[in-house]
């Protein structure tokens, strides 16, 4: 009958009790600090993720830039070549049409009773001097245009080679302990 208003016991004010609260508040604040770091580190991911999210993106712009370049580029020398082969054509016919004129003129002497046909040989140097010009031109423009193209192939490999250090060294960051 006498257990059932039985109180607990008072607490006591002895040094274990003082200890334990110490305890108890050194790991409250540890905890507090530990959070205060987690939010912190956590920070520092954020602001590194959209770092290296901007610096992606910034890579991937560039690279298109590149490759709308190298596109044109490559645009340009299939012209040159197909303007160069047009050109080639040009040559031989001519220096047929040259020769098939050269041949009648040796071998028929007289056309007409007034003497040889004239060749303009100023108009067939002046042509071949043109077309000699144009296929120079359009080698040299190939020429550049091949330049352009290795050049925008070696931007492509230094791209890649420093996104590749990137990640690299992204994966060490992310590796290191705090």
């Known amino acids: 009958?006498?257990?059932?208003?039985?109180?607990?016991?008072?607490?006591?004010?002895?040094?274990?009790n003082v200890v334990s609260v110490d305890a108890y508040n050194a790991m409250k604040l540890r905890a507090e600090k530990a959070e205060k770091n987690l939010s912190e580190v956590e920070r520092?991911?954020?602001?590194?993720?959209?770092?290296?999210k901007k610096e992606s993106q910034e890579m991937e712009d560039a690279l298109k830039v590149i490759e709308q370049k190298l596109v044109l580029s490559i645009s340009r020398a299939e012209k040159s070549?197909?303007?160069?082969?047009?050109?080639?054509?040009?040559?031989?016919?001519?220096?047929?049409?040259?020769?098939?004129?050269?041949?009648?003129?040796?071998?028929?002497?007289?056309?007409n009773?007034?003497?040889?046909?004239?060749?303009?040989?100023?108009?067939?140097?002046?042509?071949?001097?043109?077309?000699?010009?144009?296929l120079k031109n359009t080698a040299h423009e190939a020429k550049e245009n091949m330049k352009k193209?290795?050049?925008?192939?070696?931007?492509?490999?230094?791209?890649a080679t420093t996104l590749h250090a990137i990640n690299r060294f992204s994966r060490m960051k992310l590796d290191q302990p705090k």
């Not at 009958?1 to 274990?16: M, R």
């Not at 520092?44 to 290296?52: D, G």
């Open 81 to 111: 070549e197909q303007e160069n082969a047009k050109l080639k054509i040009e040559i031989k016919r001519l220096q047929q049409e040259l020769k098939m004129n050269s041949n009648f003129y040796q071998s028929s002497g007289p056309v």
């Open 149 to 159: 193209i290795l050049q925008g192939v070696a931007n492509l490999e230094e791209i």
């Open 113 to 134: 009773s007034s003497g040889p046909v004239n060749v303009d040989w100023v108009d067939v140097q002046e042509k071949t001097k043109y077309c000699r010009s144009l």
């Open 44 to 52: 520092q991911l954020q602001l590194q993720q959209r770092k290296e």
């Open 1 to 16: 009958i006498g257990l059932s208003n039985k109180q607990p016991p008072p607490p006591t004010t002895s040094n274990s």
